[in-house]
């Protein structure tokens, strides 16, 4: 009883409302594990160092036989910075703004794990964990605010697991997977536009106003594991975590500027009104492989393909049927997800890691490429340490830098979702830091 109280506790300290910053493809947030960020997550699917690997395969649990407590901690101090080259409405009216200033937020990610060898043969396990997140937020002229203002989703997941040792070679693992998602994007409406410039000139930010659109949902899949032992130094581990269909339901709250309340008058739109988002979050399949050279050193290397092609646009549809749905393409990509790693024991309490990844990008043209998630290819450079304070409990570190090669934005308004959001052009140059912090304890 002691342990389950202890697992609670630090369960719910998981799922605490932080802000949340993925710099991972898309907007997934790959900071699940203090201990395998450290080698760039190489390995993880065929166990890592401790049961939070469970989250990427939770055959992985019966690696560790007793009962198991970890907590990881992570920071992400992202940064984005727009360099606009042209901006134009439809009508060929220059808009004026800024850069925006860092598009990126700090992000904050709490993860947690527990396990329980139930019998010999049998385990369970509890993660809490994001899988899901990102914010960003511009400065209040950007000159891209047509196209993206401010955007944000949250997600916690509760996935309850079992595994079975089938044999000392091959373990099988199950979980369900409940989540939490919650959303709020924002964006300036170009009344002098949408009003053919009868109330104000188009693309000046006077006449602006604003859109605000919250929803919020649960969702529920399923990840399943594999675990293979084929030789005793040898192990590759294979994870599949589900699609997620979610359905963002909330309100749209307009900020109206006096020629936007006129417009409003006269077409029945800009009302404040209930709203929802249907989006199908992508299915993940995670292959890992460990190999022990030496008692010390260990080799790991993982693979994991996301189905990011099911993120096809995001469609907000307003209960208002004066209010047109509101529609922006985004035709992502499939990524991948590539890393080696490296692991080395000196003593008995010490354990230092180190790795280098490839994160494919998933927007395939500067042509979808918005300001709210300015996705690009990204390069991983991970170092991490774990220290041993007793026989059952270690502290782990880990930082990481990822490169992101500069890319470009080029929407145009022979989109026809653009024509009210005008021409923007411009480059993107983008870099993160991450700072994990995590726990580790054995009962």
Not at 118 to 146: C, H, K, M
Not at 351 to 368: F, Q
Not at 380 to 403: E, M, P, Q, R
């Amino acid at each position: 009883m002691r342990y389950w109280k202890i697992m609670a506790a630090a369960g719910v300290s998981a799922i605490l409302p932080l802000g949340q910053t993925a710099f991972a493809a898309g907007f997934a947030v790959h900071e699940q594990s203090t201990s395998s960020q450290g080698n760039a997550y190489a390995g993880v699917a065929a166990g890592g160092e401790d049961i939070s690997s469970s989250y990427f395969n939770p055959a992985t649990l019966t690696l560790f036989p007793g009962m198991h407590v970890v907590g990881d901690f992570s920071v992400v101090l992202g940064q984005a910075d727009f360099s606009p080259q042209s901006a134009s409405t439809i009508l060929g009216t220059p808009i004026t703004g800024g850069d925006g200033g860092n598009l990126i937020k700090t992000g904050y990610v709490p993860a947690f794990s527990g396990s329980w060898e139930f019998t010999p043969d049998w385990f369970l396990g509890l993660s809490v964990n994001s899988p899901f997140g990102f914010e960003t937020q511009a400065d209040a002229d950007f000159i891209g605010r047509y196209h993206g203002f401010g955007s944000r989703v949250r997600s916690v997941e509760i996935s309850p697991q079992i595994a079975w040792k089938a044999a000392d070679w091959i373990s099988f693992g199950a979980g369900f997977r409940a989540m939490y998602i919650d959303a709020r994007l924002s964006s300036f409406i170009d009344i002098g536009t949408a009003s053919g410039g009868a109330l104000a000139p188009p693309g000046t930010s006077a006449a602006d106003s604003l859109i605000s659109v919250k929803g919020d949902d649960w969702a529920y899949g399923y990840t399943l594991g594999v675990l293979l032992t084929p030789r005793p130094d040898t192990r590759i581990g294979i994870g599949y975590r589900s699609k997620m269909d979610v359905d963002l339901r909330g309100a749209a709250d307009f900020t109206l500027s006096p020629q936007g309340q006129i417009l409003s008058g006269i077409s029945g739109q800009l009302v404040d009104t209930g709203a929802r988002a249907p989006i199908s979050l992508p299915e993940t399949i995670t292959l890992g492989v460990d190999y022990d050279l030496t008692p010390q050193w260990t080799l790991g290397a993982e693979a994991d393909w996301t189905h990011w092609s099911r993120f096809d646009q995001i469609q907000i549809i307003f209960d208002n049927p004066s209010q047109k749905t509101d529609v922006t393409r985004e035709d992502w990509k499939n990524s991948w997800f590539l890393s080696l790693g490296a692991t080395y024991r000196p003593t008995d309490q010490w354990t230092l890691r180190a790795g280098v990844a490839y994160d494919e990008g998933v927007i395939p043209s500067a042509a979808t490429r918005g300001p709210r998630i300015p996705d690009s290819d990204r390069y991983w450079a991970s170092l991490g340490a774990g220290y041993k304070l007793t026989d059952a409990t270690t502290i782990n570190a880990a930082y990481t830098h990822v490169f992101a090669p500069d890319t470009t934005i080029a929407q145009t308004t022979a989109d026809p979702n653009n024509q009210l959001r005008g021409n923007l052009t411009g480059r993107v140059s983008a870099s993160a830091d991450i700072v994990s912090l995590g726990f580790a304890m054995a009962f």
